[in-house]
C-alpha cells in the first residue's frame, strides 16, 4: 500500500485530495493544525497529525513517524492561505506570515521528509496558484508567494530528479473551498477606516472573493490530481478549475498595459483618490 502524507487537510482541498487517495488505496496521514481538526480526521480513518507545517521539530518528529510506519511514497504540500488587502497596509510583517507558510513551509517540509522520499524514489506534489501567473491588486502578498512556489518547484525538480524523485506543481483556478471565506476574514482585519484604500474596500472584497466565480468542486479537483499522479509519466505542470487555462493565457497574451487597465476597473483602481 502506497503511503501519502498531505498537508492542510482541515477542509477545501487537502480534505478532499485525502479521501478520494484514501478511497484509491493509499495509506493517508493528512496533517492539521487545530487539535479539533486532527480529531475529526482520526474519525474519518486517517493517520492524522498534528502540525505546523512551519515547526521545525514538529516536521523533524513526523519524519520519524513516517520512518517507523512504512516510509513515505508521495508528498503534497497543500498547505497555505491567502492574504488579501493593500500591500502596504500589510506591510513586511503580513508578508512574512505569508511567504513562511506558502513558500518556507514547502522547502522546510520538504527537506525533512527528502531521506524519506529518496528511499522510495517517490513524489512531490506541490500545490501552486493561477494567482501567481496572472498577479491582481489586493492579492499582492498572495501572488508573490505562489509565484514563488512555481520558481522552487522548476528548481527543487531539477535538484530532485538524480535521486529518482519526481515532483509535479499543480496551478489551481476557481475551486469550490473555504478559500474565499478564508481570505475575505483576513481581508477583514486588514480593512480600515485609517487606511488611504478605505474608498476601494468594496474592490478589496471584490477581490477576496474572486475566486469563487463558478468554481469547480473540491472532489473533482482531487480526483484529477490522482489520475496524475498515478500516470507512468505525471505531468510536470498540472492546472484544474474554472479559469486555470484562460487566466495564464491572458497573462502572457494581453499587452501588459490593456490588462492593467482592466484589472484598475475591476477593481475600482480607475479613479484618483
Known sequence: MPIALITGCSSGIGRAMADVFKAAGYEVWATARKASDVAALEAAGFSAVEL???????LARLAVTLAQNGGLDLLINNAGYGAMGPLLDGGVEAMRRQFETNVF????????????LRQSKGMVVNIGSVSGVLVTPFAGAYCASKAAVHALCDSL?????????????????????????NAS???????AESSPWWPLRDGIRARANASQGNPTPALEFARDVLKAVTKD??????????????????????????????????????KAL
Do not use: H, W, Y
Not at 233 to 251: E, H, I
Open 185 to 191: 476574514r483576513e481581508a477583514e482585519l486588514l480593512i
Open 233 to 270: 509519466k505525471p505531468p510536470r505542470l498540472l492546472r484544474l478549475g474554472n479559469g486555470c487555462r484562460a487566466l495564464p493565457l491572458m497573462a502572457l497574451l494581453v499587452p501588459k498595459a490593456l490588462l492593467e487597465k482592466v484589472l484598475r476597473k475591476r477593481f475600482g483602481l480607475d
Open 52 to 58: 505546523d507545517v512551519n515547526d521545525g521539530e514538529a
Open 105 to 116: 513551509a514547502v522547502v522546510g517540509v520538504t527537506r525533512a521528509l527528502f531521506p524519506l
Open 157 to 181: 525538480r531539477l535538484e530532485l530528479a538524480p535521486f529518482g524523485i519526481r515532483l509535479m506543481e499543480v496551478q489551481p483556478g476557481a475551486i469550490d473551498t473555504r478559500f474565499a471565506s
